[in-house]
């Protein structure tokens, strides 16, 4: 399977949930890409505020202390460029629609799709 190489991209997951949290991160370790993590909104605020220069974030919808539609909007008051994917289970067109409102760049609807998250990579990051 074809591998995105993501030397020198950093890229944030926000994920509260270890398992999804540690597929993520098996999913990006061939890439190269320098992983950081949060485990909810306001820590994901906090990793981003020092490291701006952060390429791309996958952000849960669902977190504890602060959700990912609140996250994503104050990520955009630092960024507005920064690539943001959301992550949920839920799949609905309406909370498509809510996430791409809110200020999401991409929706991935869980369980997550190796190939389907390479290939949103390649389209941020290629």
């Not at 994920?15 to 320098?34: H, R, S, V, W």
């Not at 981003?48 to 955009?76: C, Y």
């Not at 839920?90 to 991409?106: P, Y």
Request: aromatic share 12%.
């Amino acid at each position: 399977m074809w591998v995105p190489d993501l030397k020198g991209k950093k890229v944030l997951i926000a994920e509260d949930n270890i398992g999804a949290l540690l597929l993520l991160k098996a999913f990006l370790e061939p890439t190269g890409a320098e992983i950081f993590e949060a485990r909810n909104g306001i820590e994901a605020l906090r990793v981003f505020s020092q490291n701006q220069d952060i390429t791309i974030i996958f952000l849960d919808i669902f977190m504890p202390e602060m959700d990912g539609l609140e996250t994503v909007s104050k990520i955009r008051e630092i960024n507005k460029h920064v690539p943001i994917v959301a992550q949920t289970a839920f799949v609905s067109r309406i909370d498509k629609e809510r996430c791409l409102a809110a200020g999401f760049s991409a929706y991935l609807s869980k369980p997550i799709d190796l190939q389907e998250f390479y290939n949103t990579l390649w389209y941020f990051l290629g």
